[in-house]
């Protein structure tokens, strides 16, 4: 009960800090004696979870080898990408240096992971070195496959009503010069997203419901048709959600095209074709918003790592999903988007994810069994237009979670909850960089 | 430490305001509360003239603050969508309120000086 309690109480601090956190933020826990240790620790991935694990194992652990790689120079803070191809942040708003992020103590290699060899315990990169390890974290993020999508490619977006906001900082900003076109000018707007598992699938409904507004209050109403190409027969997996979402496109005149999966685009002829399970099917457009299938980088799949009968094109690492911890290697632990686990490619997901890994590593360091759990918990404050976002919490049964229950309802659409995501959240992601949420 | 610390409603507030305009309103806060403080020790008496003005800034306070708040989150009244919203508008508006009334009442005194 008393577990039961505090994680409650953390949740509400970590989302509430428009509702009376200060109180909270005077409770500070009692920091455990770090553990004495010579284990070599290596951390693939210095994005959202690899920063702060790394933050966190620092305080943990005394004596660590622990050695983070990431061939970027720049840290990405990815849940403002939305906000940039909206035209209501700079490309600059997500981005950060990587080195800046980390501890003293740790040492940062500015490489790939080139490959992991699980049995000898050993990752090379692609400088050439070889790291030995005790134990194994792997954060390394996820490929966006844009040459899936036939007569696509990046040097697109931009321009002849094309945006692709998951790129990057630059092409988010890219796809803005894109969308407030379509603003201006009216036509018609096709929203996609992947049939994979992809990060955040709250993010492609943000675009449309946020192009969609923007569009109507730029040129009027009636000018804009705006279609929404949804992977399967929902528009959410929770289907709560999904629900509340098919009301709210009936509500804002979107049309929802289900089972559509972009398969190519003639960027000449601005027609994209649907996989559909009638067989293709042409749209005409104006706007188009790419997000590619979505995969394990090869160096995960090529190491063994990967699922063998699940998600089998995408190559997810095969965690148990209460503790990510791998299912035949125990010394290895997943994190983040490359996790084979339901849902959960967020930063609120790497929020609770983190401390699972640290408790389960830290045990085992000590010889003993960690205990902490990891229930699915996510979450996604749905923006709905400028100025209001729906705060959805969920966990791995689809079941709501929500922090503030009666105070923040879940699926209503709230001004709070909009402040939440355009100024609340990044601090509190960057101070979970930090390790210090 | 899964805690909402005090950095971290630092780091909210610098988000919303960016880093030099909210160091700026906090000196401009900390300043006008140390004067205001000032003229109450100086004057030994609260002044009802000064403060019946002070009070009809009140309402001018409260506009300006939620407006300066909606501008920046790109924000609009059409917005408020709940209870919440509008306990957080008013509570901004009080706060907006407050402060006016004593930087209006601190802003008298020390330009019109003790004498009525």
């Known amino acids: 009960m008393k577990e039961l309690f505090e994680t409650t109480a953390s949740r509400r601090a970590f989302m509430g800090l ?27 991935g210095a994005g959202a979870a690899g920063t702060s694990l790394a933050n966190r194992l620092v305080e943990r652990l005394d004596g660590a080898d622990i050695t983070i790689l990431d061939p970027s120079a720049t840290h990405l803070y990815q849940p403002g990408l939305s906000l940039v191809a909206a035209g209501l942040k700079p490309s600059s708003y997500t981005e950060s240096q990587t080195a800046d992020w980390l501890p003293s103590g740790v040492s940062l290699i500015t490489e790939a992971a080139a490959a992991i060899d699980p049995v000898a315990k050993t ?71 992947p049939a994979t598992e992809m990060k955040c699938a709250g993010a492609p409904l943000k675009h449309t419901f946020l192009i969609d507004d923007i569009a109507k209050r730029t040129a009027g109403e009636g000018k804009h048709e705006i279609h929404y190409a949804a992977n399967n027969n929902s528009l959410f997996g929770v289907p ?111 929020k609770w994810q983190v401390p699972v890994v640290e408790d389960h590593l830290v045990a085992a360091i ?21 100025g209001r976002a729906m705060l959805i919490e969920f966990d791995y049964r689809n079941n709501l979670t929500p922090s503030f229950p009666g105070v923040i309802a879940p699926l209503e659409e709230l001004w709070i909850s909009w402040l939440m995501k355009e100024v609340a959240l990044k601090a509190t992601y960057n101070a979970m960089l930090r390790g210090k949420a | 430490m899964e805690q909402l610390t005090f950095g971290t409603l630092i780091a909210v507030f610098e988000e919303i305001f960016g880093g030099v305009l909210f160091w700026l309103m906090v000196v401009a806060a900390v300043l006008v509360t140390v004067a205001y403080l000032y003229v109450l020790v100086r004057d030994r008496s609260v002044s009802m003239r000064k403060f019946l003005l002070a009070q009809l800034s009140m309402p001018i306070g409260a506009v300006a603050a939620v407006v300066f708040v909606q501008v920046m989150t790109h924000s609009q009244l059409r917005d408020i969508g709940g209870p919440v919203d509008l306990i957080v508008v008013l509570g901004i508006a009080v706060v907006g309120a407050i402060g006016m009334a004593i930087l209006v009442y601190t802003a008298q005194s020390l330009l019109r000086g003790k004498s009525e």
């Not at chain 1, 009376?20 to 951390?43: D, F, K, L």
């Not at chain 1, 990891?374 to 979450?379: E, F, H, N, R």
């Open chain 1, 18 to 44: 428009f509702a009376g956190g200060v109180a909270a933020a005077a409770v500070q826990p009692a920091v455990a004696q770090a553990v004495q240790t010579s284990a070599r620790i290596v951390i693939i």
């Open chain 1, 123 to 193: 990752v090379g990169t692609s400088g050439g070195q070889t790291l030995a390890y005790d134990f194994l974290v792997v954060a390394p993020g996820l490929v966006l496959d844009h040459d899936a999508i036939e007569g696509f490619s990046l040097d697109m977006v931009g321009s002849n009503g094309i945006g692709a906001l998951y790129a990057g900082p630059q092409y988010a900003a890219k796809t803005w010069e894109a969308a407030s076109k379509f603003a201006e000018e009216g036509g018609v707007g096709l929203f996609t997203r």
């Open chain 1, 240 to 350: 709560i959600v999904s629900e509340k979402v098919r009301m709210l496109f009936e509500d804002r005149g979107i049309t929802a095209q289900y089972s559509h999966v972009l398969k190519s685009v003639d960027a000449g002829a601005k027609i994209a074709t649907f996989a559909t399970p009638e067989g293709d099917a042409e749209m005409e457009y104006d706007y188009l918003h790419v997000i590619p299938p979505q995969r394990a980088p090869d160096v995960i799949r090529e190491s063994g790592l990967s699922w063998a009968d699940k998600w089998t094109d995408q190559g997810w690492v095969e965690v148990d999903m209460k503790t990510l911890r791998h299912l035949r290697y125990p010394d290895i632990f997943a994190l983040g988007d490359v996790a084979g686990v339901p849902k959960g490619k967020t930063a609120a997901s790497v």
């Open chain 1, 366 to 386: 000590n010889g003993n069994e960690g205990t902490a759990i990891y229930d699915g918990y996510t979450s996604c404050p749905l923006i709905t237009r400028v």
